[in-house]
Nanobody, 121 residues
Framework: QVQLVESGGGLVQPGGSLRLSCAASGRILDINVMGWYRQAPGKGRELVAS???????NYADSVKGRFTIARDNAKNTVYLQMNSLDPEDTAVYYC???????????????WGQGTQVTVSS
């Protein structure tokens, strides 16, 4: 069974930094795109950043220049380095992977359980 396990959330002061990690495990044939989404209270889920197998990245305008997404294909792991954090970044952050499991259903979207990031003084 495929699982995405996130770590690294927490409480940080405005201007601070956090690093999120997400590791995909299980019988996986291939992972195409990995990314991070977030959902703030009372709002919909939005894309924060994504990265392809080849390293092409995409960022939400609100995080450009502050957040960096990276990926270790050998470890099936994606990272999100978040700098200059602002209270507006407070949300539950979810890892996403578009991957092909070994049991032959083609490419599917998988989600992590979410990790809380709170930016507050």
């Amino acid at each position: 069974q495929v699982q995405l396990v996130e770590s690294g959330g927490g409480l940080v002061q405005p201007g601070g930094s956090l690093r999120l990690s997400c590791a995909a495990s299980g019988r996986i044939l291939d992972i195409n795109v990995m990314g991070w989404y977030r959902q703030a209270p009372g709002k919909g889920r939005e894309l924060v950043a994504s990265i392809t197998r080849g390293g092409r990245t995409n960022y939400a305008d609100s995080v450009k220049g502050r957040f960096t997404i990276a990926r270790d294909n050998a470890k099936n792991t994606v990272y999100l380095q978040m700098n200059s954090l602002d209270p507006e970044d407070t949300a539950v952050y979810y890892c996403n992977a578009h991957l092909a499991p070994a049991y032959g259903l083609g490419y599917l979207d998988y989600w992590g359980q979410g990790t809380q990031v709170t930016v507050s003084s």
